[in-house]
């Protein structure tokens, strides 16, 4: 099944008259990534293009209107791309065939919402608690550095994080941030994130934390977590995924 | 990335009307802090909660008294003392400390700024 993570790209060019036994070939090739349970594939067709014999295919002129080309695109992991390479190979007799190394970003799946009456599942273990601070102030490419923060480790699957606004601080920067005062709104509070999860995971937030935060303090401390979780069929792909590595 | 050291982390809870020589408390505490040149003190509101008297604390039209939590983060050596100046400053609270692992950025160097 695929997931988050390093995945492998292939494409497949071929004329859209080339025939496998009955049927086009582009279709053949569809049919066999559909039968065989690829994560997913397109057809789409190239607006103009040549190949080997460096001839114009367009649906633009009648003159080049023959063998216009077909791009066949899926997506899947490594181990599905090997098992499926031998059979592609075989059967595009006259194409090319490119793949490349990619990186699922993210899956969402709208339809596969968990049950909102599930009962949820008590997990308990240790982890660990990240906190960082630093001011509302401070910017990330022009928005805040603490809604960027949040941003980007919500993309690494960390499991979760909470903005706390402080009325009253001082750190890194020696000045105090007051904020909620009757007369005027300050906008440059402390700000105070908090991340738990696993060691390992916990790890990775502090590498994303490192490349952003310019003035600020994060402290890590141990913690028995105790989590209140519905199960979800995508909870139990995390959950798959971090027992096996 | 800056090392980690060890180090630990002091939390405070008071409450809004709790008072220290006609200033409130949580800003007696992080004046204190800085006086005892203590890396940082934040102060945190919350928005109910109950404590040693079972009282709730709660937001009122006009009587506002809400829990306050301030939270301190320094080196062990520091803390041991810090906290007898607290412990003299509260009058009821609590203190929680536990261990940490600190990692310091400071990357706006002044001079970048000139």
């Not at chain 1, 993309?155 to 904020?179: F, N, R, S, W």
């Amino acid at each position: 099944m695929l997931s988050k993570g390093p995945a492998k790209r292939v494409t497949i060019f071929v004329n859209e008259d080339t025939r496998h036994g009955t049927e086009p070939l582009w279709r053949a090739v569809f049919d066999l990534l559909m039968h065989k349970r690829a994560a997913g594939a397109s057809v789409t067709r190239p607006w103009i293009g040549f190949g080997s014999h460096h001839r114009i295919h367009s649906p633009e002129m009648e003159a080049t209107m023959e063998h216009l080309p077909v791009r066949i695109e899926f997506v899947d992991t490594p181990e599905k791309v090997e098992e499926l390479l031998p059979t592609l190979y075989d059967l595009v007799t006259d194409g090319m065939i490119d793949v490349q190394d990619t990186t699922v970003v993210k899956i969402a799946q709208k339809e596969k919402k968990p049950e909102p009456k599930a009962h949820h599942i008590q997990k308990t273990g240790t982890a660990r608690l990240m906190r960082i601070f630093l001011g509302e102030a401070d910017k990330w490419h022009g928005e805040p550095l603490y809604e960027a923060i949040v941003k980007n480790l919500r993309m690494e699957d960390i499991a979760g994080a909470t903005v706390y606004k402080a009325i009253l601080g001082y750190g890194a920067k020696g000045h105090t941030h007051k904020g909620q005062s009757l007369f005027h709104l300050s906008h440059d509070c402390s700000i105070m994130i908090s991340v738990i999860d696993s060691a390992a995971k916990i790890q990775r937030a502090v590498e994303i934390v490192d490349g952003m935060l310019q003035d600020g303090l994060v402290v890590i401390s141990d913690v028995d977590m105790i989590r209140f979780a519905h199960p979800s069929p995508l909870m139990e792909v995390t959950d798959a995924r971090s027992a096996n590595g | 990335m800056p090392e980690a050291q060890t180090g630990k982390i002091l939390r405070v809870h008071v409450s809004e009307h709790d008072h220290y020589n006609g200033k409130p408390l949580y800003e007696a505490i992080v004046e204190k802090c800085r006086e005892m040149k203590i890396a940082g003190a934040t102060v945190f509101k919350g928005m109910e909660g109950y404590g040693e008297t079972a009282e709730i604390h709660r937001s009122h039209l006009i009587r506002h008294d809400l829990p306050i939590l301030i939270t301190i983060v320094d080196s062990e050596s520091q803390m041991r003392k810090l906290i007898p100046v607290l412990d003299e400053m509260l009058d009821t609270g609590l203190m929680a400390m536990s261990d940490v692992e600190i990692m310091r950025f400071q990357r706006t160097s002044p001079s970048r700024h000139a």
